[in-house]
Protein backbone atom coordinates (compact mmCIF):
# COMPACT_ATOMS: atom_id res chain seq x y z
CA UNK A 1 0.00 0.00 0.00
CA UNK A 2 2.92 2.47 0.21
CA UNK A 3 4.09 2.70 -3.04
CA UNK A 4 0.79 1.39 -4.97
CA UNK A 5 -2.79 1.56 -5.25
CA UNK A 6 -5.08 -1.34 -4.31
CA UNK A 7 -7.55 -1.75 -7.43
CA UNK A 8 -10.37 -3.81 -6.08
CA UNK A 9 -12.96 -4.54 -8.80
CA UNK A 10 -16.75 -5.68 -7.50
CA UNK A 11 -15.74 -9.29 -9.04
CA UNK A 12 -12.30 -9.34 -7.18
CA UNK A 13 -14.06 -8.24 -3.62
CA UNK A 14 -16.28 -11.02 -4.34
CA UNK A 15 -13.94 -13.34 -4.96
CA UNK A 16 -11.62 -12.21 -1.90
CA UNK A 17 -14.81 -12.62 0.58
CA UNK A 18 -16.02 -10.68 3.07
CA UNK A 19 -13.66 -11.33 6.01
CA UNK A 20 -10.73 -10.51 4.34
CA UNK A 21 -9.01 -7.41 6.02
CA UNK A 22 -8.04 -4.33 3.96
CA UNK A 23 -4.33 -4.86 4.58
CA UNK A 24 -5.18 -8.46 2.73
CA UNK A 25 -7.20 -7.23 -0.37
CA UNK A 26 -4.74 -4.64 -0.88
CA UNK A 27 -2.30 -7.00 -1.01
CA UNK A 28 -4.14 -9.60 -3.14
CA UNK A 29 -5.22 -7.09 -5.47
CA UNK A 30 -2.73 -4.86 -5.78
CA UNK A 31 -2.72 -1.99 -9.66
CA UNK A 32 -0.22 0.49 -10.53
CA UNK A 33 -1.55 3.82 -11.90
CA UNK A 34 -1.02 2.61 -15.52
CA UNK A 35 -4.52 0.45 -15.43
CA UNK A 36 -8.19 1.59 -15.47
CA UNK A 37 -10.50 3.35 -17.73
CA UNK A 38 -9.18 7.00 -18.84
CA UNK A 39 -7.98 7.84 -21.52
CA UNK A 40 -4.27 7.52 -22.04
CA UNK A 41 -4.17 3.95 -19.97
CA UNK A 42 -4.39 1.90 -22.95
CA UNK A 43 -8.04 0.72 -22.62
CA UNK A 44 -8.78 2.69 -25.70
CA UNK A 45 -12.51 4.90 -25.71
CA UNK A 46 -13.84 1.69 -25.76
CA UNK A 47 -13.42 0.17 -22.56
CA UNK A 48 -14.46 -3.26 -21.11
CA UNK A 49 -15.97 -5.72 -23.52
CA UNK A 50 -19.07 -5.13 -25.05
CA UNK A 51 -18.76 -1.20 -25.03
CA UNK A 52 -18.82 -1.03 -21.01
CA UNK A 53 -17.27 2.10 -19.93
CA UNK A 54 -14.51 1.25 -17.02
CA UNK A 55 -14.34 3.83 -14.74
CA UNK A 56 -11.67 4.87 -12.00
CA UNK A 57 -11.95 5.78 -8.57
CA UNK A 58 -9.75 6.91 -6.80
CA UNK A 59 -10.03 7.39 -2.99
CA UNK A 60 -7.93 7.27 0.34
CA UNK A 61 -9.35 5.13 3.45
CA UNK A 62 -9.15 2.33 5.54
CA UNK A 63 -10.89 -0.91 6.29
CA UNK A 64 -14.61 1.07 6.78
CA UNK A 65 -14.17 3.31 4.26
CA UNK A 66 -12.81 1.04 2.05
CA UNK A 67 -15.87 -1.52 2.19
CA UNK A 68 -18.54 1.07 2.61
CA UNK A 69 -17.57 2.92 -1.01
CA UNK A 70 -17.01 -0.82 -2.33
CA UNK A 71 -21.12 -1.24 -1.97
CA UNK A 72 -21.50 2.45 -2.89
CA UNK A 73 -19.76 1.24 -6.08
CA UNK A 74 -21.58 -1.98 -6.14
CA UNK A 75 -25.51 -0.18 -6.05
CA UNK A 76 -24.12 1.91 -8.84
CA UNK A 77 -22.84 -0.84 -11.08
CA UNK A 78 -26.81 -2.47 -10.38
CA UNK A 79 -28.41 0.83 -11.34
CA UNK A 80 -26.15 1.46 -14.60
CA UNK A 81 -25.02 -2.06 -15.50
CA UNK A 82 -23.45 -0.51 -18.53
CA UNK A 83 -20.68 0.91 -16.89
CA UNK A 84 -18.00 -0.57 -14.41
CA UNK A 85 -16.92 1.33 -11.41
CA UNK A 86 -12.94 0.31 -10.43
CA UNK A 87 -12.36 0.81 -6.78
CA UNK A 88 -8.62 2.35 -6.27
CA UNK A 89 -7.77 3.35 -2.50
CA UNK A 90 -4.73 3.82 -0.60
CA UNK A 91 -3.24 5.64 2.17
CA UNK A 92 -3.93 9.54 1.83
CA UNK A 93 0.20 10.25 1.55
CA UNK A 94 1.25 7.38 -0.73
CA UNK A 95 -1.77 8.46 -3.11
CA UNK A 96 -0.65 12.10 -2.85
CA UNK A 97 2.24 10.72 -4.58
CA UNK A 98 0.88 8.85 -6.87
CA UNK A 99 -1.38 11.05 -8.08
CA UNK A 100 1.27 13.50 -8.81
CA UNK A 101 2.99 11.00 -10.71
CA UNK A 102 -0.77 10.30 -12.97
CA UNK A 103 -0.82 13.95 -13.53
CA UNK A 104 2.92 14.07 -14.94
CA UNK A 105 1.99 11.54 -17.43
CA UNK A 106 -1.47 12.36 -18.24
CA UNK A 107 -3.13 9.46 -16.50
CA UNK A 108 -5.09 10.78 -14.31
CA UNK A 109 -8.02 8.56 -12.80
CA UNK A 110 -11.37 9.52 -14.31
CA UNK A 111 -13.44 10.41 -11.18
CA UNK A 112 -10.97 10.92 -8.01
CA UNK A 113 -10.70 12.66 -4.43
CA UNK A 114 -8.88 15.90 -4.61
CA UNK A 115 -5.45 15.96 -3.03
CA UNK A 116 -5.67 20.09 -1.56
CA UNK A 117 -1.79 20.49 -2.38
CA UNK A 118 -2.31 19.08 -5.91
CA UNK A 119 -5.18 20.55 -7.23
CA UNK A 120 -4.26 24.05 -7.77
CA UNK A 121 -1.75 22.97 -10.06
CA UNK A 122 -4.02 20.00 -11.52
CA UNK A 123 -6.27 23.25 -12.21
CA UNK A 124 -3.66 25.39 -13.56
CA UNK A 125 -2.49 22.63 -15.99
CA UNK A 126 -5.48 21.62 -17.59
CA UNK A 127 -6.00 18.06 -16.03
CA UNK A 128 -9.34 18.79 -14.38
CA UNK A 129 -12.81 18.69 -15.89
CA UNK A 130 -14.42 22.51 -15.87
CA UNK A 131 -17.43 21.63 -14.23
CA UNK A 132 -19.17 24.74 -14.44
CA UNK A 133 -21.72 24.27 -17.10
CA UNK A 134 -22.32 20.99 -16.10
CA UNK A 135 -24.43 22.13 -12.44
CA UNK A 136 -27.80 22.12 -12.68
CA UNK A 137 -27.33 19.62 -15.95
CA UNK A 138 -25.57 16.56 -15.56
CA UNK A 139 -24.92 17.10 -12.02
CA UNK A 140 -27.87 18.22 -9.91
CA UNK A 141 -26.69 21.67 -7.63
CA UNK A 142 -29.68 22.24 -5.49
CA UNK A 143 -28.75 23.02 -2.00
CA UNK A 144 -25.35 23.68 -2.35
CA UNK A 145 -24.24 27.12 -0.90
CA UNK A 146 -22.03 29.15 -1.80
CA UNK A 147 -19.76 28.48 1.61
CA UNK A 148 -19.21 24.70 0.70
CA UNK A 149 -18.58 24.80 -3.29
CA UNK A 150 -15.68 27.87 -2.71
CA UNK A 151 -13.25 25.02 -2.05
CA UNK A 152 -13.35 23.93 -5.97
CA UNK A 153 -14.03 27.27 -7.23
CA UNK A 154 -11.24 28.82 -9.17
CA UNK A 155 -11.51 32.03 -11.10
CA UNK A 156 -15.13 31.73 -11.13
CA UNK A 157 -15.13 28.50 -12.60
CA UNK A 158 -15.96 25.42 -11.03
CA UNK A 159 -13.59 22.46 -10.72
CA UNK A 160 -14.55 20.09 -8.34
CA UNK A 161 -17.23 19.57 -5.83
CA UNK A 162 -18.09 18.54 -2.22
CA UNK A 163 -19.01 15.31 -1.49
CA UNK A 164 -18.35 15.71 2.48
CA UNK A 165 -18.27 18.60 4.85
CA UNK A 166 -15.58 18.73 7.27
CA UNK A 167 -14.01 21.33 8.97
CA UNK A 168 -11.34 22.03 12.08
CA UNK A 169 -12.19 21.81 15.40
CA UNK A 170 -11.40 21.19 19.11
CA UNK A 171 -12.09 17.58 20.52
CA UNK A 172 -11.75 16.84 24.39
CA UNK A 173 -12.58 14.06 27.02
CA UNK A 174 -15.92 15.53 28.83
CA UNK A 175 -14.92 13.50 32.45
CA UNK A 176 -11.40 15.23 32.36
CA UNK A 177 -13.09 18.68 31.93
CA UNK A 178 -15.54 17.75 34.57
CA UNK A 179 -12.94 16.79 36.85
CA UNK A 180 -10.80 19.96 36.28
CA UNK A 181 -14.07 22.46 36.22
CA UNK A 182 -13.39 23.81 32.64
CA UNK A 183 -16.34 24.51 30.70
CA UNK A 184 -17.72 22.89 27.58
CA UNK A 185 -18.19 25.52 25.02
CA UNK A 186 -20.58 24.84 21.64
CA UNK A 187 -21.38 26.98 19.11
CA UNK A 188 -22.04 29.93 19.00
CA UNK A 189 -19.74 30.45 21.42
CA UNK A 190 -16.21 29.40 21.87
CA UNK A 191 -12.54 29.51 24.07
CA UNK A 192 -10.44 32.32 23.37
CA UNK A 193 -6.88 31.11 22.34
CA UNK A 194 -6.00 32.52 26.00
CA UNK A 195 -8.43 30.35 27.75
CA UNK A 196 -7.20 26.98 25.67
CA UNK A 197 -3.70 27.54 26.72
CA UNK A 198 -4.87 28.36 30.63
CA UNK A 199 -6.92 25.03 30.30
CA UNK A 200 -4.14 23.31 28.75
CA UNK A 201 -2.04 24.26 31.56
CA UNK A 202 -4.49 23.21 34.46
CA UNK A 203 -4.97 19.86 33.11
CA UNK A 204 -0.99 18.98 33.16
CA UNK A 205 -1.10 20.77 36.68
CA UNK A 206 -3.64 18.84 37.78
CA UNK A 207 -3.28 15.83 36.13
CA UNK A 208 0.76 15.46 35.07
CA UNK A 209 3.76 15.00 34.76
CA UNK A 210 2.80 12.41 32.47
CA UNK A 211 -0.77 14.18 31.22
CA UNK A 212 -0.38 16.85 28.94
CA UNK A 213 -3.13 19.63 27.83
CA UNK A 214 -3.00 19.61 23.81
CA UNK A 215 -0.97 18.20 20.86
CA UNK A 216 0.37 21.00 18.78
CA UNK A 217 -0.57 21.05 15.12
CA UNK A 218 1.57 22.63 13.19
CA UNK A 219 5.13 20.70 13.37
CA UNK A 220 3.00 17.45 12.38
CA UNK A 221 1.97 19.88 8.36
CA UNK A 222 -1.89 20.13 10.44
CA UNK A 223 -2.11 24.09 9.41
CA UNK A 224 -5.92 24.22 9.73
CA UNK A 225 -5.82 25.61 13.46
CA UNK A 226 -2.93 28.42 12.45
CA UNK A 227 -5.32 29.30 9.51
CA UNK A 228 -8.12 30.45 12.11
CA UNK A 229 -5.20 32.27 14.36
CA UNK A 230 -4.39 34.08 11.01
CA UNK A 231 -7.81 34.55 9.61
CA UNK A 232 -9.33 35.72 13.18
CA UNK A 233 -6.52 38.53 12.41
CA UNK A 234 -7.92 39.45 9.37
CA UNK A 235 -5.46 38.00 7.45
CA UNK A 236 -5.20 34.88 5.30
CA UNK A 237 -3.10 32.26 4.55
CA UNK A 238 -2.50 33.12 1.05
CA UNK A 239 -2.91 36.14 -0.85
CA UNK A 240 -5.18 36.87 -4.03
CA UNK A 241 -1.75 36.84 -5.86
CA UNK A 242 -0.45 33.34 -4.98
CA UNK A 243 2.03 34.76 -2.10
CA UNK A 244 2.12 34.26 1.66
CA UNK A 245 -1.24 36.28 3.46
CA UNK A 246 -0.35 36.44 7.04
CA UNK A 247 2.65 38.13 8.55
CA UNK A 248 6.27 37.46 10.04
CA UNK A 249 4.63 39.09 13.49
CA UNK A 250 1.56 36.84 12.83
CA UNK A 251 3.50 33.58 12.87
CA UNK A 252 6.37 34.49 15.50
CA UNK A 253 3.10 35.19 17.98
CA UNK A 254 1.85 32.13 16.85
CA UNK A 255 4.91 29.84 17.38
CA UNK A 256 5.94 31.92 20.54
CA UNK A 257 2.46 30.72 21.88
CA UNK A 258 3.43 26.98 21.71
CA UNK A 259 6.92 27.60 23.10
CA UNK A 260 4.96 28.76 26.13
CA UNK A 261 2.80 25.64 26.04
CA UNK A 262 5.33 23.11 25.42
CA UNK A 263 7.26 25.26 28.44
CA UNK A 264 4.35 24.95 31.28
CA UNK A 265 2.99 20.70 30.02
CA UNK A 266 0.52 22.71 28.57
CA UNK A 267 1.41 20.66 25.52
CA UNK A 268 2.54 17.31 24.70
CA UNK A 269 6.57 17.22 24.13
CA UNK A 270 6.83 16.45 20.38
CA UNK A 271 8.87 12.94 20.93
CA UNK A 272 6.05 12.03 22.49
CA UNK A 273 3.95 13.62 19.76
CA UNK A 274 5.39 11.92 17.24
CA UNK A 275 6.21 8.31 18.90
CA UNK A 276 2.85 7.03 17.18
CA UNK A 277 0.78 7.90 14.00
CA UNK A 278 -0.60 11.74 16.48
CA UNK A 279 -3.54 11.41 14.76
CA UNK A 280 -6.34 8.48 15.14
CA UNK A 281 -5.62 6.23 17.95
CA UNK A 282 -1.77 7.29 17.33
CA UNK A 283 -3.32 10.93 19.32
CA UNK A 284 -2.42 11.97 22.53
CA UNK A 285 -5.62 12.40 23.39
CA UNK A 286 -7.06 8.56 22.67
CA UNK A 287 -3.85 7.41 24.11
CA UNK A 288 -4.72 8.93 27.30
CA UNK A 289 -2.02 11.65 27.50
CA UNK A 290 -4.11 14.73 26.72
CA UNK A 291 -7.30 16.51 27.33
CA UNK A 292 -7.61 17.75 24.23
CA UNK A 293 -7.26 17.20 20.39
CA UNK A 294 -6.63 19.91 17.39
CA UNK A 295 -8.29 17.94 14.33
CA UNK A 296 -10.91 17.70 11.76
CA UNK A 297 -15.04 17.79 13.04
CA UNK A 298 -15.98 14.45 11.05
CA UNK A 299 -13.28 12.59 12.96
CA UNK A 300 -15.58 12.68 15.75
CA UNK A 301 -17.49 9.21 15.18
CA UNK A 302 -14.49 7.45 14.51
CA UNK A 303 -12.66 8.94 17.58
CA UNK A 304 -15.35 7.94 19.63
CA UNK A 305 -15.09 4.70 18.64
CA UNK A 306 -11.07 3.94 20.01
CA UNK A 307 -12.18 6.19 23.01
CA UNK A 308 -13.66 4.49 26.51
CA UNK A 309 -14.63 8.10 27.97
CA UNK A 310 -17.33 10.37 26.33
CA UNK A 311 -15.77 12.96 24.11
CA UNK A 312 -17.37 16.32 23.00
CA UNK A 313 -16.81 18.32 19.34
CA UNK A 314 -15.99 22.14 20.06
CA UNK A 315 -14.65 24.62 17.57
CA UNK A 316 -11.49 26.18 17.46
CA UNK A 317 -10.70 28.75 19.86
CA UNK A 318 -11.49 31.97 19.11
CA UNK A 319 -14.30 31.16 16.32
CA UNK A 320 -17.38 31.82 18.27
CA UNK A 321 -18.94 34.48 19.67
CA UNK A 322 -17.87 37.24 17.09
CA UNK A 323 -15.16 35.28 15.67
CA UNK A 324 -17.72 33.73 13.20
CA UNK A 325 -16.49 35.30 9.96
CA UNK A 326 -13.65 33.42 10.53
CA UNK A 327 -14.53 30.24 10.25
CA UNK A 328 -13.92 27.60 7.40
CA UNK A 329 -14.42 24.23 6.08
CA UNK A 330 -12.16 22.07 3.93
CA UNK A 331 -14.68 19.47 2.11
CA UNK A 332 -13.86 16.50 0.23
CA UNK A 333 -13.76 17.16 -2.91
CA UNK A 334 -14.19 15.51 -5.76
CA UNK A 335 -12.92 16.19 -9.40
CA UNK A 336 -13.13 14.34 -12.71
CA UNK A 337 -10.10 14.01 -15.00
CA UNK A 338 -10.39 16.55 -18.60
CA UNK A 339 -9.30 13.79 -21.03
CA UNK A 340 -11.77 11.09 -19.18
CA UNK A 341 -12.26 8.55 -22.38
CA UNK A 342 -16.29 8.15 -20.41
CA UNK A 343 -17.10 12.06 -19.29
CA UNK A 344 -20.72 11.55 -19.65
CA UNK A 345 -20.38 8.05 -17.47
CA UNK A 346 -18.22 9.91 -15.18
CA UNK A 347 -20.76 12.80 -14.40
CA UNK A 348 -23.07 10.46 -13.68
CA UNK A 349 -21.15 8.65 -11.47
CA UNK A 350 -20.48 12.15 -9.77
CA UNK A 351 -24.20 13.05 -9.51
CA UNK A 352 -25.31 9.71 -8.13
CA UNK A 353 -22.21 10.60 -5.35
CA UNK A 354 -23.40 13.47 -4.35
CA UNK A 355 -27.57 13.15 -4.55
CA UNK A 356 -28.18 9.76 -4.30
CA UNK A 357 -29.65 8.76 -0.67
CA UNK A 358 -28.78 5.30 -0.98
CA UNK A 359 -25.35 6.57 -1.16
CA UNK A 360 -25.40 9.11 1.77
CA UNK A 361 -27.18 6.04 4.03
CA UNK A 362 -23.87 3.61 3.11
CA UNK A 363 -21.27 6.15 3.81
CA UNK A 364 -23.19 7.86 6.45
CA UNK A 365 -20.45 10.12 7.96
CA UNK A 366 -17.12 8.49 7.67
CA UNK A 367 -15.53 11.15 4.60
CA UNK A 368 -17.58 13.94 6.73
CA UNK A 369 -21.06 15.55 6.51
CA UNK A 370 -23.33 15.71 3.10
CA UNK A 371 -22.98 18.93 1.84
CA UNK A 372 -26.64 19.52 1.80
CA UNK A 373 -29.64 19.57 4.12
CA UNK A 374 -31.39 17.01 2.78
CA UNK A 375 -28.85 14.57 2.50
CA UNK A 376 -28.28 15.15 5.96
CA UNK A 377 -32.01 14.65 6.55
CA UNK A 378 -31.64 11.55 4.97
CA UNK A 379 -28.52 10.20 7.16
CA UNK A 380 -29.77 11.77 10.62
CA UNK A 381 -31.82 9.05 12.22
CA UNK A 382 -29.68 6.50 11.32
CA UNK A 383 -26.50 8.25 13.75
CA UNK A 384 -25.07 7.76 16.71
CA UNK A 385 -24.75 10.72 19.17
CA UNK A 386 -21.12 12.03 18.56
CA UNK A 387 -22.13 11.65 14.59
CA UNK A 388 -25.01 13.82 15.01
CA UNK A 389 -22.84 15.97 17.14
CA UNK A 390 -20.97 16.74 14.28
CA UNK A 391 -23.85 17.37 11.88
CA UNK A 392 -25.06 19.99 14.00
CA UNK A 393 -21.30 21.53 13.74
CA UNK A 394 -21.58 21.76 10.42
CA UNK A 395 -24.75 22.78 9.80
CA UNK A 396 -23.75 26.13 12.11
CA UNK A 397 -21.22 26.51 9.69
CA UNK A 398 -22.99 26.23 6.87
CA UNK A 399 -25.41 28.80 7.80
CA UNK A 400 -22.67 30.88 9.32
CA UNK A 401 -21.88 32.64 6.70
CA UNK A 402 -17.89 32.91 6.37
CA UNK A 403 -15.93 35.20 4.50
CA UNK A 404 -14.04 33.34 1.40
CA UNK A 405 -10.82 32.33 1.64
CA UNK A 406 -8.20 33.08 -1.59
CA UNK A 407 -7.49 29.57 -3.40
CA UNK A 408 -4.08 28.02 -2.72
CA UNK A 409 -2.12 28.64 -4.95
CA UNK A 410 -0.40 26.24 -7.39
CA UNK A 411 2.84 25.83 -5.64
CA UNK A 412 1.16 25.69 -2.52
CA UNK A 413 2.15 21.94 -2.03
CA UNK A 414 5.58 22.86 -2.43
CA UNK A 415 5.74 25.85 0.30
CA UNK A 416 3.95 23.85 2.81
CA UNK A 417 6.51 20.93 2.32
CA UNK A 418 9.15 23.29 3.36
CA UNK A 419 7.56 24.74 5.55
CA UNK A 420 6.74 21.61 7.85
CA UNK A 421 10.04 20.70 7.90
CA UNK A 422 11.30 24.16 8.89
CA UNK A 423 8.60 23.95 11.78
CA UNK A 424 9.42 20.20 12.53
CA UNK A 425 12.98 21.50 13.57
CA UNK A 426 11.93 24.21 15.75
CA UNK A 427 9.73 21.45 17.72
CA UNK A 428 12.45 19.49 17.87
CA UNK A 429 14.56 22.73 19.24
CA UNK A 430 16.82 22.47 16.18
CA UNK A 431 16.31 25.99 14.91
CA UNK A 432 14.92 29.19 16.94
CA UNK A 433 11.76 30.82 16.16
CA UNK A 434 13.60 33.62 14.24
CA UNK A 435 15.18 31.53 12.00
CA UNK A 436 12.31 29.38 11.24
CA UNK A 437 9.85 32.42 9.89
CA UNK A 438 13.03 33.73 8.30
CA UNK A 439 13.21 30.42 6.33
CA UNK A 440 9.25 30.37 5.72
CA UNK A 441 9.60 33.94 4.58
CA UNK A 442 12.46 33.68 2.59
CA UNK A 443 13.36 30.37 0.99
CA UNK A 444 10.10 29.06 1.67
CA UNK A 445 8.41 31.57 0.25
CA UNK A 446 10.38 31.87 -2.45
CA UNK A 447 8.92 28.43 -4.13
CA UNK A 448 5.45 29.80 -4.16
CA UNK A 449 6.81 32.02 -7.13
CA UNK A 450 7.39 28.57 -8.51
Not at 77 to 93: A, C, K, Y
Not at 153 to 179: I, M, W
Request: charged share 20%.
Amino acid sequence: MATQIAQLSRRGLLRLGAAAGTAGLAATALAGCGSGGSSGNGNGGGGGGGGKASLRFVFWGADDRVRRFQEVADLYMSQNPDTEILVEFGEIGALETQMSVAMSAGNLPDVFWVHGNLFPQMVAEGHVMDLTEHLGQEIKNDGFSESVLVSGNYDGRQFSLPHGLQSPCTFAKVPVLEELGIPIKTYPESYSWEEYAEYAALAHERLGPDFYGTDEPTSTGYYDPMRAWVRQRGEEFYSTDGDIGFTEATLTEWLQYWDALRANGGAVPPAIHRDDDPFFQGAPMIRNLAAFHLRNSNQIGELQKLSPEELVLMPLPGSGGEGTDSIFMFPNNLAVAADTAYPEQALHFVDFLLNDPERAEIVGTTIGSPPTQAMRDVIAPGLDAAEKQFLDYIGFEVEAGPRAMPPSPPTSGAFTGEMTTTLDAWAFGQTSIEDAVAHIFGPARDLLAG
